[in-house]
C-alpha cells in the first residue's frame, strides 16, 4: 500500500553536503513514522535517523551533529541531511515506513525502499 523511492545519492568528496529524498506512493495515512537507515560496507544495517508519528525527530548517537531527517515540502516526502560528509558515511541510505499501529487498513509491516548509494572520497 506504501512504495518508497530514495533519490539524492551519489559520490561525493569529504566535506561536502546531501540531501537525500525519501519519496512515497500510495495511501499516505498508512505512514505513522518514517526512518532513514544505512549499512555500511561489510557491516549489519544501522537506524539512522526517523521521524516519528508526533513530528518528533530522533538521530542516532553516531549521526547527531551533522544528520538531520525532516518533512519535505510535501507530505509525501521525508529528507535526511546529512553535512560533512566523511569517508565513514559511505553506505546504503534506505528508507521505511511503519503503519499506525493497530489500523488493519494497512497492512501491518513496514515498507522499505530500494536504497541509494552514497560514496565519499577523501
Known amino acids: 500500500q506504501v512504495m518508497l523511492r530514495e533519490s539524492g545519492g551519489g559520490s561525493v568528496q569529504s566535506g561536502d553536503s546531501l540531501k537525500l529524498s525519501c519519496i512515497a506512493a500510495?495511501?499516505?495515512?498508512?505512514?505513522?513514522?518514517w526512518a532513514w537507515y544505512r549499512q555500511l560496507p561489510r557491516k549489519d544495517r544501522e537506524l539512522v535517523a526517523q521521524?516519528?508519528?508526533?513530528?518528533?525527530?530522533f538521530v542516532s548517537d553516531s549521526a547527531k551533529g551533522r544528520f538531520k531527517i525532516s518533512k519535505g515540502d510535501r507530505k509525501h516526502i521525508v529528507v535526511l541531511q546529512i553535512d560533512d560528509l566523511t569517508p565513514d558515511d559511505t553506505a546504503v541510505y534506505t528508507c521505511?515506513?511503519?503503519?499506525?499501529?493497530?489500523?488493519?487498513?494497512?497492512?501491518?509491516?513496514?515498507?522499505w525502499g530500494q536504497g541509494t548509494q552514497v560514496t565519499v572520497s577523501s
Open positions: 500510495g495511501n499516505m495515512d498508512c505512514i505513522a513514522d
Open positions: 521521524l516519528r508519528s508526533g513530528g518528533e525527530a
Open positions: 521505511t515506513t511503519n503503519p499506525p499501529p493497530g489500523d488493519m487498513t494497512c497492512l501491518q509491516r513496514p515498507s
